[in-house]
């Protein structure tokens, strides 16, 4: 439990330094708001839209391919700190996990999911 | 016992962070702030469970929730067009009944709490060592069959979500 206290203290020093710098700017700079700040980006070329853009649909097909191999992760995890005292067995269910979902992977690519197009 | 007056303390600060994160979730008019709140919430449930000495559940609550299922929703909104930047209108219509069904809930809760042995519990409990070589050994001597059918179900939400997905499309 003790080696989470440093988890802890560089969540909270983490936290802190962002907070700590906002702070310290507030009360440094000088409060003159004019319209032209609020834009996106101050390089003298005016942005065309908004900043909230809608992204290309194909990452979203990647992204539901990745929560599945995601998932198989957390079942490999336990496996591999535990494969010394198991022996063959084991790498025998191992093989037959990831084969099932191997078989996924090849329908996706067959249906050309992972092609960028 | 000093030390675990200190847990008590880092598990009072993390069910507020819990409680305000999820609050803001339901009650933000930004979508994409609710789903950055979620991640705030999803990551500090993960601190209860390194309280609770499961490290190896706190590491899959990280990996899979705050890793993979709410970028996801990220990305969902992202994919939406205009989604993100539109104000949401965030009001139960049904208050009347949703405080009903939230008082019962709690005080059903209570009486179950109360019931069980919680508050005191033994806190010098001593929690297993290297839970994840038993977790494992138990995944892949007793429990063959059901480690075996998650691969079938992960394959078929994989099928699932692309047959969607590729409808959607087109």
């Known amino acids: 439990m003790s080696e989470y206290v440093a988890v802890l203290m560089f969540i909270l020093a983490g936290a802190g330094i962002v ?3 906002f702070f310290m700017a507030r009360m440094l700079r000088p409060h003159n708001p004019y319209p032209q700040k609020d834009i996106n980006y101050e390089c003298a070329e005016l942005p065309v839209g908004s900043s909230w853009i809608q992204f290309n649909n194909r990452f979203y097909i990647f992204a539901l391919i990745f929560v599945i191999f995601d998932v198989e992760v957390i079942f490999l995890f336990p496996w591999a700190v535990a494969f010394g005292q198991l022996g063959l067995f084991a790498l025998v269910e191992m093989v037959v996990f990831i084969l099932i979902l191997l078989f996924g992977l090849f329908y996706a690519w067959k249906k050309g999911v992972l092609k960028w197009v | 016992m000093t030390e675990s007056a200190d847990i008590g303390i880092v598990f009072w600060v ?3 962070v819990i409680l305000v ?3 803001m979730v339901v009650s933000l008019k930004n979508i994409f702030h609710c789903a950055l709140f979620l991640i705030m919430c999803l990551f500090s449930v993960a601190g209860i469970f ?11 609550q990280v990996l899979i929730y705050v890793g993979a299922v709410a970028i996801l929703m990220i990305f969902a909104i992202m994919l939406t ?21 939230s008082v019962l809930f709690a005080l059903a809760s209570i009486i179950l709490i109360a019931q069980t042995h919680i508050w005191h519990y033994k806190t010098d409990f001593t929690p297993v060592e290297n839970s994840i070589v038993i977790l494992g050994k138990y995944l892949m001597i007793q429990y063959v069959l059901p480690f075996e059918v998650v691969s079938i179900l992960l394959l078929a939400s994989l099928i699932g979500a692309i047959v969607l997905a590729r409808k959607e499309r087109s």
Not at chain 2, 50 to 60: G, I, N, Q, R, T
Not at chain 2, 84 to 91: E, L
């Open chain 1, 19 to 21: 907070l700590v710098t």
């Open chain 2, 14 to 16: 993390l069910s507020f």
């Open chain 2, 21 to 23: 994160s999820a609050f």
């Open chain 2, 50 to 60: 390194v309280l609770l000495d499961a490290e190896f559940l706190a590491a899959a």
């Open chain 2, 81 to 101: 067009s205009n989604l993100a930047s539109r104000k949401i209108r965030q009001v139960n219509e049904n208050v009347s009944v949703g405080v009903f069904v």
